[in-house]
């Protein structure tokens, strides 16, 4: 069995190889399933500009009308992925509106 801890010490810290490996998957398995939620509910500023097909000015006009929510976490900037495609559809149906 490996174990990790001091080369002088045989009792290692009690783990092996295989709870370590596990946790690795578990952790790996935890940071996959949250990198599809953030890109499944939200869009960076790029993307969102993009999937609305406007001006960075346009859109930035949204977001501080309050169109548009933006979220922030330390450097990161964020728009919900639903307020971006309400806008969108908002958008088309005024541009078909006679």
Same mark, same amino acid.
């Given at each position: 069995?490996?174990?990790?801890?001091?080369?002088?010490?045989?009792?290692?810290?009690?783990?092996?190889?295989? %709870? &370590?490996?596990?946790?690795? &998957?578990?952790?790996?398995?935890?940071?996959? !399933?949250?990198?599809?939620?953030?890109?499944?509910?939200?869009? !960076?500023?790029?993307?969102? &500009?993009?999937?609305?097909?406007? !001006?960075?000015?346009g859109f930035y !006009?949204?977001?501080?009308?309050?169109?548009?929510? /933006?979220?922030?976490?330390? %450097?990161?900037?964020?728009?919900? /992925? /639903?307020?971006?495609?309400?806008?969108?559809?908002?958008? /088309?149906?005024?541009?078909y509106r006679t």
């Amino acid at each position: 069995m490996l174990t990790i801890g001091n080369d002088n010490d045989n009792r290692g810290c009690g783990l092996d190889f295989r %709870s &370590i490996t596990k946790g690795v &998957i578990q952790l790996n398995t935890y940071y996959h !399933s949250l990198y599809y939620f953030l890109d499944k509910e939200f869009l !960076s500023t790029q993307e969102a &500009i993009n999937h609305l097909g406007i !001006s960075k000015q346009g859109f930035y !006009s949204l977001v501080e009308r309050g169109k548009i929510t /933006r979220v922030r976490k330390g %450097s990161a900037v964020l728009y919900f /992925r /639903r307020e971006i495609e309400k806008q969108r559809k908002e958008r /088309r149906q005024n541009r078909y509106r006679t």
